[in-house]
């Protein structure tokens, strides 16, 4: 399976992105699909899931309100509709696959990784 991350850029605080991830190879549709992002000198950290189905859905609370995660089986592709963005959303967003259906929230609970692509959000 290989993930397609896009979608970043460079955007004034208080805009919006949305960013795409587009999967090749196995079964999406039976995957849970999850972001994450990594700031300089900071940890992984997981943004959003959404299960298989879309019928599950968690966000990270510093984004809840802000950000929307959805999925398109028919397009093999998740995306993540990233709105009033703050500089601290500063960072590499990564999506995940999971086979177990559900969604990653961490390193260890993914099971295929994207390559990632850059927000950055100015002041």
């Known amino acids: 399976v290989q993930l397609q991350a896009s979608g970043g850029g460079l955007v004034q605080a208080g805009g919006s992105l949305r960013l795409s991830c587009a999967a090749s190879?196995?079964?999406?549709?039976?995957?849970?699909m999850g972001w994450f992002r990594q700031a300089p000198g900071k940890e992984l950290e997981f943004v959003a899931r959404?299960?298989?189905?879309?019928?599950?859905?968690e966000y990270v609370d510093s984004v809840k309100g802000r950000f929307t995660i959805s999925r398109d089986n028919a397009k093999n592709t998740v995306y993540l509709q990233m709105n009033s963005l703050k500089p601290e959303d500063t960072a590499v967003y990564y999506c995940?696959?999971?086979?177990?259906?559900?969604?990653?929230?961490?390193?260890?609970?993914?099971?295929?990784w994207g390559q990632g692509t850059q927000v950055t959000v100015s002041s």
């Open positions: 959404i299960s298989w189905s879309g019928s599950r859905i």
């Open positions: 995940a696959a999971d086979r177990g259906g559900w969604g990653p929230t961490d390193r260890k609970g993914a099971d295929y």
């Open positions: 190879g196995g079964t999406f549709s039976t995957y849970g």
